[in-house]
T-cell receptor, first 113, second 113 residues
Framework: AQSVTQLGSHVSVSEGALVLLRCNYS??????LFWYVQYPNQGLQLLLK??????LVKGINGFEAEFKKSETSFHLTKPSAHMSDAAEYFC???????????FGAGTTVTVRA | DAGITQSPRHKVTETGTPVTLRCHQT?????MYWYRQDPGHGLRLIHY???????DKGEVSDGYSVSRSKTEDFLLTLESATSSQTSVYFC????????????FGPGTRLLVL
């Protein structure tokens, strides 16, 4: 089974600053990669995904992520944080041919005014 | 939003009592999943289903059973609830092919006293 590591359980950024959330996975074979966001007392919402093709993936709400095979990473970024970005973010991976996801422990983002 | 509902949304029960959580989908997706979410652990897979009457265990299946008698419904049962099963439970669905994007329900918050 895949192992997923999210560096930093809490990230605090100023409004307007760059948001960078880190995700590394364990497989030597490129998996499918996902980022989800969870707002308080809600379910998880898909932000973006990488399945094949272009390694820079754009998602909703101005987020994007880049798949780097050599680094086994799929870091999530947003150039300018907004107060509404305060939430918990989860990275998830799936081996190709598998229909299960392995999740990271999550990163909580706080946005300072 | 994917058509997924969970019931009940909140439940308080006592140790030793049976509890059944229901997940209902209107998307006709083949795959359905039950996760539990606990602080510091992300989401952990309890059981999943790949078709009517076809289910399999996830990484934290002890103390849980599932049933799927119809495409649209996936039930999670705690045969004899324990305090360690206090958690937030999420149902997810996936169409499977070509890649396993999962869509999540709103969650059920369970407290076992």
């Amino acid at each position: 089974a895949q192992s997923v590591t999210q560096l930093g359980s809490h990230v605090s950024v100023s409004e307007g600053a760059l948001v960078l959330l880190r995700c590394n996975y364990s497989s030597s074979v490129p998996p499918y990669l996902f980022w989800y966001v969870q707002y308080p007392n809600q379910g998880l919402q898909l932000l973006l995904k990488y399945t094949t093709g272009a390694t820079l993936v754009k998602g909703i709400n101005g987020f994007e992520a880049e798949f780097k095979k050599s680094e086994t990473s799929f870091h999530l970024t947003k150039p300018s944080a907004h107060m509404s970005d305060a939430a918990e973010y989860f990275c998830a991976v799936s081996d190709r041919g598998d229909y299960k996801l392995s999740f990271g422990a999550g990163t909580t983002v706080t946005v300072r005014a | 939003d994917a058509g997924i509902t969970q019931s009940p949304r909140h439940k308080v029960t006592e140790t030793g009592t049976p509890v059944t959580l229901r997940c209902h989908q209107t998307e006709n997706h083949r795959y359905m999943y039950w996760y539990r979410q606990d602080p510091g652990h992300g989401l952990r897979l309890i059981h999943y289903s790949y078709g009517v009457k076809d289910t399999d265990k996830g990484e934290v299946s002890d103390g849980y059973s599932v049933s799927r008698s119809k495409t649209e419904d996936f039930l999670l049962t705690l045969e004899s609830a324990t305090s360690s099963q206090t958690s937030v439970y999420f149902c997810a669905i996936s169409g499977g092919s070509p890649h396993p994007t999962q869509y999540f329900g709103p969650g059920t918050r369970l407290l076992v006293l």
